[in-house]
């Protein structure tokens, strides 16, 4: 037998893992599966914003040839103008990097960045996104922990204690997944302080930052530390209801000669695959212009902000599960009080609660939170139909109540 790598031991993604295997085995032999595992507008009736179908109608044969391996000009030049108004200093569009995906953006820059024995501070819970480049670095994730008490805000003590001598990077994932929580202006400084005592890049997740409820302050990191370097991520996924465009950014700032070498790297890494799609990047400027369809949404009477409440109402009518409601994107991490029910693991209880109810959510360890019984649901489904799950859901577990 040839062996697979062993970069690959800790390597999982249980949001496509197991439990999505066995929801795919049920749906073959019958069986119908709301999956709530994954943030995939698309496949709940959500439709991409016109300006993006008439942008991509329009400029189709724009995308023929190979373009920059940084990305085609006009799109880096909206990207460069949208995080300049999100106050980014100093910034140029060479120091933009178009990708397939923030997906594709993490895996360059971490190879780019981490060598073996480096260690990378990372949220628990985390998106593994981030934790399994890491690992394939030969690196080690260390994970800080966030805070249920506090809104989920990062434990800033337990961060400072998790610092060594190997510690290259600190990483912030703002708006949260898999909380949806929001950080504060002070919580973002305080972290950018840590970084700067301890001469750490910051690493910027914001993808969600254009789906903040109630208009909620959000603020930019690397606009709030623009003395150190930084690398923001970014894409319209979620925000423009185009996941399979597989549609992302990296931008860096900063001290230019601080980041000089990764960006080299990424560079190179850039080069090797030649360009990111450029059907996909057809579509940015036209989209960074239209924020009304993505603001429409989570506003009350927009449907995520709907689906939203009514997650979050109908998870205040279970006895046993405890919940901080989410200020931004389509997330909730909740949790189920410690002896209340007969479930052995977090895994157990997805696992039943997918065979019993034909419900797939996923559990928490998928996330790196080993604190206590927690899952993530993903709120895309419809008002009434979310409404019907969470109902399930506090039959199901009326059923293994002690």
């Known amino acids: 037998m040839i062996l697979k790598s062993d970069r690959l031991t800790h390597v999982h993604s249980d949001i496509r893992g197991p439990l999505y295997v066995e929801a795919l ?5 019958g069986t119908p599966v709301l999956k709530l595992n994954t943030g995939n507008p698309g496949n709940f009736g959500f439709k991409m914003p016109q300006s993006v179908r008439q942008a991509l109608l329009e400029h189709v044969d724009d995308a ?7 990305g085609m000009p006009a799109a880096r030049k909206a ?22 995906g923030v997906s594709e953006a993490v895996s360059m820059l971490m190879t780019a960045l981490v060598g ?7 949220p628990s819970p985390c998106y593994s996104l981030w934790s399994n480049n890491t690992y394939l670095g030969g690196g080690r994730p260390v994970y800080y922990r966030c805070d249920p008490k506090n809104d989920w805000n990062p434990d ?3 961060m400072r204690s998790k610092i060594t001598k190997h510690t290259k990077a600190v990483l912030v994932i703002n708006p949260n997944n898999p909380t949806g929580a929001v950080y504060s202006r002070e919580t973002l400084l305080a972290i950018a302080q840590l970084a700067r005592e301890n001469h750490l890049l910051l690493l ?9 409820m109630d208009d909620i302050p959000n603020y930019s990191m690397a606009a709030l530390a623009p003395d150190m370097p930084c690398v923001t991520f970014n894409g319209l996924s979620k925000s423009h209801i185009i996941c399979g465009f597989r549609c992302g950014w990296m931008v860096f700032s900063g001290p230019k000669e601080e980041l000089s070498e990764v960006e080299q790297g990424v560079t190179a890494l850039a080069s090797m695959r030649l360009c990111g799609n450029t059907l996909t990047q057809l579509v940015i400027p036209a989209a960074l212009a239209d924020m009304d369809s993505t603001r429409a949404m989570m506003h009350p009477g927009g449907r995520l902000y709907e689906q939203s409440r009514a997650t979050v109402e109908g998870l205040k009518k279970i006895p ?34 997918l065979h019993e109810k034909h419900i797939l959510v996923i559990p928490g360890h998928g996330f790196d939170w080993f604190e206590d019984l927690r899952f993530r649901i993903v709120m895309l489904p419809e008002p009434e139909r979310i409404t019907a799950a969470m109902e399930s859901l506090g039959e199901f577990l009326d059923e293994h109540r002690r």
């Open 64 to 70: 023929v040839p190979y373009c920059d391996v940084r």
């Open 116 to 122: 073996t024995d480096d260690e990378v501070l990372v």
């Open 204 to 212: 910027a997740d914001e993808i969600y930052d254009r789906l903040v």
């Open 320 to 353: 046993g599960v405890t919940q901080i409601p989410n200020r931004a994107a389509f997330y909730l991490f909740p949790g189920l009080e410690a002896g209340a029910f007969d479930f052995e693991s977090d895994e157990d209880f997805a696992m039943k609660f």
């Open 156 to 158: 800033l003590e337990d």
């Open 25 to 29: 085995r049920m749906q073959a032999a």
């Open 79 to 100: 990207i460069l103008d949208y995080h300049l108004g999100r106050g980014l200093q100093g910034i140029t569009m060479d120091d933009i990097f178009i990708c397939n």
